[in-house]
T-cell receptor
Framework: DVKVTQSSRYLVKRTGEKVFLECVQDMDHENMFWYRQDPGLGLRLIYFSYDVKMKEKGDIPEGYSVSREKKERFSLILESASTNQTSMYLC??????????FGEGSRLTVL | DQQVKQNSPSLSVQEGRISILNCDYTNSMFDYFLWYKKYPAEGPTFLISISSIKDKNEDGRFTVFLNKSAKHLSLHIVPSQPGDSAVYFCAASAYSGAGSYQLTFGKGTKLSVIP
């Protein structure tokens, strides 16, 4: 079974703090994605990566950056957290197929 | 502009009856469609998919129908069970270059199955 592991299930941070969300997949997948889920807005793509050290902006990249130094790991970085970044963050991976495998999510609250 | 639309934010169905969840799309480049199911505080899990060359795909209690001319797909769950209560996301896929694909998701429909 594909396993996508997100390092923190729940985080509480202060406005202005730097936040790291880590994601690791164990199936040697090429593609990795970061989404955020908000009520009434569905899943929105923040960033994705097709390969190591490669990244592409999704639909809502503002306020975020990413890092992919190793194939299995894809990190989402909030340089200066703001209250409107309070959300559920979902990491996903895929091989060269259409199906995404999601992690369990990281619920971030910014106070 | 939303390319994948789920116009019903919520749906309530009696246990044992049919649940029908609908999804509309606008982008003609979409050629593969998926449904994901999400429980609270968990990540979405893949449920069923359909290629644009088909008009129906069935997997147990779940059937997805695709009407390409109407740019519409639907998920049927028969019979509905209380454990089916979750948020269902429709997703559409198109080739995005570099040998890979992107998924565009709808906003989701919350299904409640009443015992």
């Amino acid at each position: 079974d594909v396993k996508v592991t997100q390092s923190s299930r729940y985080l509480v941070k202060r406005t202005g703090e730097k936040v790291f969300l880590e994601c690791v997949q164990d199936m040697d997948h090429e593609n990795m994605f970061w989404y955020r889920q908000d009520p009434g807005l569905g899943l929105r793509l923040i960033y994705f990566s097709y390969d190591v050290k490669m990244k592409e902006k999704g639909d809502i990249p503002e306020g975020y950056s990413v890092s992919r130094e190793k194939k299995e790991r894809f990190s989402l970085i909030l340089e200066s957290a703001s209250t409107n970044q309070t959300s559920m963050y979902l990491c996903a991976s895929s091989l060269l197929t259409r199906e995404l495998f999601f992690g369990e999510g990281s619920r971030l609250t910014v106070l | 502009d939303q390319q994948v639309k789920q116009n019903s934010p919520s749906l309530s169905v009696q246990e044992g009856r049919i649940s029908i969840l609908n999804c509309d799309y606008t982008n003609s480049m979409f050629d593969y469609f998926l449904w994901y199911k999400k429980y609270p505080a968990e990540g979405p899990t893949f449920l069923i998919s359909i290629s644009s060359i088909k008009d129906k795909n069935e997997d147990g209690r779940f059937t997805v129908f695709l009407n390409k001319s109407a740019k519409h797909l639907s998920l049927h769950i028969v019979p509905s069970q209380p454990g089916d209560s979750a948020v269902y996301f429709c997703a559409a896929s198109a080739y995005s270059g570099a040998g890979s694909y992107q998924l565009t998701f709808g906003k989701g429909t919350k299904l409640s199955v009443i015992p």
